[in-house]
């Protein structure tokens, strides 16, 4: 059976506004290491016959510095509100198990740490995204507006190899930015983020 999905997306990670990585997985990131959450919303979907609309899901990753290389550390926060069906269909697509864009993501994983379901607090509102995970922490994330702008629009950053969208809007990290899960530990306060809408089928 299909499935699509459609929502919203932001990511915070530890390297200095603007990210390298995202540029290219082929460029080295600010510091030795790459520690990202990539925070997927999903505002309609439908997965084999099962509707996901309203949930949200959260990837947190530890990279090497050339996130190209691969042995990816990675681990999912699937929100407390889905059912158990809920979060197995969506687990296979974020698994890359369906096809779409984390497919092409497989290959990079050295280590899968796993699944955990927390209470997840979405939110966006006048350029400014955030995710409250449980007891794990918060990430928030406010788009980059540039000086002198007349439009006042963000600036974006498009042709990119990602997968929430080639076009994805730059943030920077407003507030606190860390989350404590699967043994690892972030602090990413005041560090690059981005931002986009996504759609994706299988």
Known sequence: MSWKIDGRYFENCSCDVVCPCTASFALGATNDYCHAVL??????????????????????????????????????????????????????????????PMEALGGLIGQNLGMEQVPIEFNQENGRYSAQFGDKG?????????????SGEPVVMNNVFHPAS?????????????????GLDFDNSSKAGFASKFSWAG
């Open 39 to 100: 925070v997927f919303h999903i505002d309609s979907g439908e997965v084999e016959g099962v509707d996901v609309s309203g949930l949200t899901v959260a990837a947190v990753a530890d990279t090497p510095k050339v996130m190209s290389e691969g042995n990816w550390k990675l681990g999912v926060l699937m929100d407390a509100a889905a059912s158990e069906e809920q979060a197995q269909k969506l687990a296979a697509v974020f698994g890359g198990e369906l096809g779409g």
């Open 138 to 150: 918060t990430v928030s994330v406010e788009e980059v507006v540039p000086f002198g702008s007349e």
């Open 166 to 182: 080639s076009a994805l809007t730059v943030a920077k990290a407003a507030d606190q930015s860390n989350v404590s899960a699967f």
